[in-house]
């Protein structure tokens, strides 16, 4: 019988460490222009691609939208992406024409807008020897986000990899695969893909468990 004073096991167990969103704290020590402070002599940031870089260059530009239809202006984006054969660059180094990971943000005026500056990536063979379309990966950290989401970006114009992607068509709805490909513009003479990401509701972006 368990003495008046003894501990009992439940007493033992250790609590669970609070949470905490990315509040806007994460702004200031990775995306230091949009917090309004001066950029340091070599930033992370949204130029994944330098003029001189192999491939197809475009720009990527999006909004962050919330379960009421509201832009989120806080949001910040990582992308992972292969060059335009497909690789990865596993050594980051900003003096490199090209570098397989950048960061960019939604901002706080106007439309809110996310972009990145890259090339198109290659299809992406992998272990297994099926091939992924094209893609670029993003995690999207925000505030009420405790755990960053992730999700990718296909091309419309590459509807032929996209029929076969093994990710992609894991999801099955073909309405919800809708939400992770880019539609394609023409700005200014430029190639742009614009993709925007719904945190929750109507149209919710899909999101994956890697």
Same mark, same amino acid.
């Given at each position: 019988m368990q003495q008046p004073n003894s501990v009992g096991t439940h007493d033992l167990m250790l609590r669970e460490t609070a949470s905490q969103t990315a509040g806007p704290?994460?702004?200031i020590g990775l995306a230091l222009d949009v917090a309004g402070l001066p950029e340091r002599?070599?930033?992370i940031w949204n130029q994944l691609a330098k003029p001189e870089a192999d491939g197809e260059h475009i720009e990527v530009v999006g909004?962050?939208?919330?379960?009421?239809?509201?832009?989120?202006?806080d949001a910040l984006i990582e992308a992972w992406q292969a060059d335009g054969q497909g690789q990865y660059q596993p050594a980051f180094d900003l003096q490199k024409p090209f570098n397989s990971?950048?960061?960019t943000a939604t901002t706080a005026?106007?439309?809110?807008?996310? %972009?990145? %500056?890259?090339?198109k990536p290659g299809a992406i063979t992998r272990g297994d020897g099926k091939t992924m379309a094209p893609h670029i990966n993003l995690a999207v950290f925000a505030r009420g986000v405790n755990i960053q989401l992730q999700t990718r970006l296909y091309f419309e114009d590459e509807a032929d990899a996209n029929a076969v992607c093994p990710v992609l068509n894991a999801i099955e709805s073909p309405a919800r695969r809708q939400t992770l490909i880019a539609?394609?513009?023409? %700005?200014?003479?430029?190639?742009?893909?614009?993709l925007d990401?719904?945190?929750?509701?109507?149209?919710e972006t899909v999101f994956f468990d890697f």
């Open positions: 704290y994460v702004h002599d070599e930033e909004q962050v939208i919330d379960g009421n239809g509201d832009l989120v202006r990971f950048g960061r005026v106007g439309d809110s807008e996310w %972009a990145l %500056a890259t090339v539609k394609r513009e023409e %700005a200014d003479g430029k190639v742009r893909y614009r990401i719904r945190l929750q509701g109507d149209g």
